[in-house]
């Protein structure tokens, strides 16, 4: 067996004379049996190499190696240390490499690197069949791959049909219902071999192993196709092994009952770490190092927030979830601290942060409010202590090197704890007395462990799949096939049936925060298709039973006056191509969101609208000049620029809208609004210049307002309804410039701005406010007429680009995409605030609300929001779009201007 290795960057340098002291041998058969040791040079760290020897087997070479060596060994190795501190790895490759070589900069660190696990674990047999489902945008959907025989292989598509995804489907732990076979990947030439080319199945069976099929052979595809599968969203995490392989950076879910699993995709920009799981909320809380951030998303890698921003230098380790007292806490190695926050965000604390020296492992006592957690520094011990930090005890402090993770068993009082370099798993009661060493393997490097029920879980770098002992160290067990490259962490969860005195979560995952509309229309935004996202995947309404009780709801969660809503039926051709479908939906027509209409997974992706047809909208059954005013408030309006589309998002519900500009090869870039005749002005790019245009929130029409000088470039817009005025930014010629609607009364407002972005105005003392992200980034104003220049801030900017104003409050909101912060200041200058930071953000357009912070960014597939104290990260509406660039908001209680 192979061990896979990570990739290692240290937050601080050590400055000491000479590096660690190290095992030291060359050409042995066992790390274990080296004894001689050996002090390191400055800027060198311990390692093993374990190289094959024909058909005899290994041996090993143990010593020190330059630092620079560790991350670099034949230009593609990446190499595994003590510690686990992921580095940025969107750029990282890794391979399957024969030999494997670690590096670690700790004392004597070096000898369970490259070490081989003890094969005494029961190894399922070789009838069993387990699944996985790779390469989808969520973990419900991507290509069919099975474990026969040894190996891991695909399903040739040909007689792939939808009983056979139920079956397959319900071994991933989904339900069956509404699963749908599709095409998976084209099969490459080297990888033409795949397991099988049909089976059988009624998609009653309980595998694909009772599915009827002839013998297990390697088959050619005659399409060059292979098997896929879309299960439903509607399934819940309930027996469910979440799992951290950190040398993929991903994680996945794997199925209690079956041991299949599939991968928890989150959009592919998260780093994740060390985690936990919310049994209340259904959310898992990760740590991600390379952007010093708790993240929280829904289990299925939707909804990802940043929970909590750390400190450059912070290093976090384990997040722990208490789920009766509503908090998390975690361990930071970084700053030697550890921390806890409740889980709406506020009253943050360092509960300990003094006589730590490399705090890892973390487990919680909800009831009785104790931390237990583990140490790793030069004295490793595992101490306790109240929630408040008082009562702290060193409970374990002899016989423990690396005691990586801790875990507690309410019901018998119990810790576990693994010890990464001794290669034990032990216990203890809650006092740290009674110690039994439970199991142990020299070869292992335990990394992760959980209790559930009468087993114990764990996760062994030197292994490549999940473990499980009796609780009493007997019956080792590997679960599932081998799947991973360096398995760390491990959750285990069962609705009614996890840790005693932990709150669980109903099984039933549906959800209105994470179910939205979206109303897809040719002729206007006020009518068309009714398409609906359901935790992470978007489907069609059916028209049967779809009256207008049903279309007052559907219109109500996308902005509009309910009572202006009727229902309309459209042809099965109108059907979303590969979507899945919503059928049986029952309003009365006072529902906030669809979801209280009888929507389940009953009916929820398992008919295809092909015999009624597709649910379809009219919301504004009224001509214009018979509608109530304001027609529409509360909203955004953004631009996705790849997608090429424009949108109107209802604030509260996130369901929305699109715009339907009938324009080829649509551009937009900058767009503003006109409150009072409820028009939008925008700017696209074409031929090296840009353009303004006019059109209304339905988008029935659009007129172009005229040409901008050649080289122009509108980065942000802003309109004065008082004046009749659109103000723009001319980033290529360096400019502020204001024009009339009809094109004329063009003025340049200043002059020689190296870089103008974003734009807001005080309509009520005639002063324009913009950003420049030249080479001495400025946020600055002047009066309409381009009098009274000044300069507001100057000073710790990079890439200021959004800017929003509150006229009454005095005060001008930005955002920095460089210094990846959110802030307020005063208009002159004065109070200047930090609300937000991200280390992972790009942000480009900002809005205001009375309640809310909008904001675009550009590692993100939608806008967020969040409150105007900067709390409480919210994504706006599902992860569909590109790169949005403006955003406006439009809140009639909230005066801007």
């Keep these: 067996m192979f061990v896979s290795v990570l990739l290692l960057t240290w937050t601080c340098i050590s400055l000491a004379e000479a590096g660690p002291e190290c095992y030291q041998c060359t ?59 992921l580095a940025d790895q969107a750029t990282s490759r890794r391979k399957r490499d024969p030999a494997c070589k670690q590096c670690c900069r700790e004392e004597l660190c070096n000898l369970p690197l490259c070490s081989l696990p003890a094969d005494t674990a029961t190894i399922p047999p070789a009838a069993d069949i387990y699944a996985r489902l790779l390469g989808g945008k969520t973990p419900y959907e991507g290509t069919v791959e099975v474990f026969y ?19 397959f489907c319900n071994m991933l732990g989904y339900t069956g219902d509404g699963a749908r076979a599709k095409n998976g990947s084209v099969i490459n030439s080297d990888q033409s071999k795949v397991w099988r080319d049909q089976f059988e199945c009624r998609g009653i069976e309980s595998g694909l192993a009772q599915c009827v099929h002839g013998t297990w052979e390697m088959r050619d595809c005659e399409n060059r196709q292979i098997a896929g599968a879309i299960c439903s969203s509607e399934s819940a995490d309930d027996g469910s092994i979440f799992l951290l392989d950190s040398a993929n950076n991903t994680m996945a879910r794997m199925d209690l009952k079956t041991k299949s699993f599939t991968y928890i995709p989150m959009l592919g920009l998260y780093n994740p770490g060390p985690f936990d799981f919310d049994p209340v909320q259904g959310r898992i809380y990760f740590a991600d190092q390379t952007y010093k951030q708790i993240n929280s998303m829904k289990s299925d890698g939707t909804d990802i927030v940043n929970f909590r921003q750390l400190e450059q230098n912070s290093s976090p380790g384990k997040t722990k979830v208490d789920p009766i007292n509503r908090m998390l806490f975690y361990t930071d190695y970084g700053l030697n601290v550890i921390a806890s926050v409740n889980l709406d965000g506020s009253h943050f604390q360092n509960v300990i942060s003094s006589g730590l020296d490399s705090p890892r492992g973390l487990t919680l006592n909800p009831k009785t409010r104790t931390i237990f957690w583990t140490d790793w520094g030069q004295n490793p011990r595992i101490e306790s202590a109240s929630y408040d930090g008082t009562n702290r005890q060193v409970l374990i402090s002899t016989d423990i090197r690396w005691p990586n993770s801790i875990a507690i068993d309410l019901d018998n009082n119990r810790l576990y704890y693994v010890d990464g370099t001794l290669g034990k798993i032990e216990s203890s009661d809650l006092s740290g007395n009674d110690r039994q060493i439970l199991f142990r393997d020299n070869g292992a490097h335990f990394y992760g462990i959980d209790v559930f029920g009468g087993y114990i879980y764990y ?49 039933s995952v549906l959800s209105p925060k994470q179910t939205f509309l979206h109303l897809v229309g040719d002729v206007d935004s006020t009518t068309g298709r009714v398409d609906i996202y359901i935790n992470g995947q978007w489907g069609t309404v059916c028209a049967d039973k779809w009256t207008d009780n049903e279309a007052m709801v559907a219109c109500h969660m996308l902005g509009f006056d309910r009572s202006l809503a009727k229902a309309s039926k459209l042809p099965p051709t109108s059907n979303k191509v590969g979507s899945n479908s919503l059928d049986s939906v029952q309003c009365n027509g006072t529902e906030d969101n669809i979801v209280f209409c009888n929507v389940s997974a009953q009916n929820w992706a398992v008919h ?17 000049h018979e509608m109530p005013e304001p027609v529409l408030d509360h909203f955004i309006l953004f631009n996705d620029v790849f997608e ?25 870039i900058a767009l503003t609004f006109d409150p009072t005749l409820q028009q939008i002005y925008f700017s696209e790019v074409k031929n090296q210049t840009s353009v303004i245009r006019q059109t209304d929130l339905r988008g029935a029409w659009v007129s172009t307002l005229g040409y ?8 942000g817009m802003a309109f004065d309804n008082k004046r009749n005025m659109i103000f723009y930014t001319d980033a290529g010629n360096n400019r502020i410039v204001s024009i009339s609607p009809d094109g004329s009364n063009l003025n340049v407002v200043g002059f020689n701005i190296e870089q103008p972005k974003g734009l807001a105005l005080d309509t009520n003392a005639a002063v324009v406010y913009w950003t420049d992200c030249g080479s001495q980034a400025k946020i600055e104003s002047a009066n309409y007429d381009g009098t009274n220049r000044r300069t507001i801030l100057a000073e710790d900017l990079q890439f200021p680009y959004g800017i929003a104003l509150d006229v009454a409050a005095g005060q001008l909101y930005f955002c920095d995409a460089g210094t990846k912060t959110i802030e307020v200041v005063n208009i002159d200058g004065t109070r200047r605030k930090m609300l937000y930071k991200d280390f992972r953000s790009a942000c480009y357009g900002l809005a205001l609300t009375s309640q809310y912070i909008f904001y675009s960014d550009w590692t993100k ?10 709390s409480n990260q919210t994504p706006a509406g599902p992860d569909s779009f590109s790169q949005v660039f403006d955003v406006y908001a439009f809140d009639s209680t909230f005066t801007k201007t």
């Design 27 to 85: 050409a042995i058969s066992d790390p274990q049996l080296c004894t001689q040791k050996v002090y390191c040079g400055f800027e060198e760290q311990c390692y093993t190499e374990r190289i094959q020897l024909g058909s005899h087997g290994f041996y090993y070479n143990m010593g020190c190696i330059a630092t620079n060596l560790c991350y670099s060994i034949d230009n593609n190795d990446v190499l595994v240390g003590k510690r686990f501190d």
């Design 608 to 624: 295809d609208c092909s015999y009624e047809g597709a649910a379809g909208l009219e919301c504004e059954n009224l001509p214009p």
């Design 459 to 507: 996760t062994d770098w030197a292994r490549s799949m999940p473990m499980r002992l009796n609780k009493d160290g007997t019956g080792l067990t590997s679960l599932g096939a081998p799947s991973f490259l360096q398995l760390s962490d491990i959750k285990v969860y069962q609705y009614n049936k996890d840790t005693s005195g932990e709150a669980t979560v109903s099984p």
């Design 708 to 715: 901008t000088p050649q080289g122009s470039v509108i980065d």
């Design 644 to 668: 090429g589309v424009m949108v109107r998002m209802d604030i509260e519900t996130f369901s929305y809208t699109t715009v339907p500009l009938q324009l080829t090869n649509f551009t937009p």
């Design 861 to 870: 597939m939608n806008v967020v929001r969040i409150n105007r104290d900067g």
């Design 149 to 167: 025989g040894g190996r891991w292989g695909a399903i040739c598509n040909d007689d792939w049909t939808h009983y056979d995804a139920q079956v």
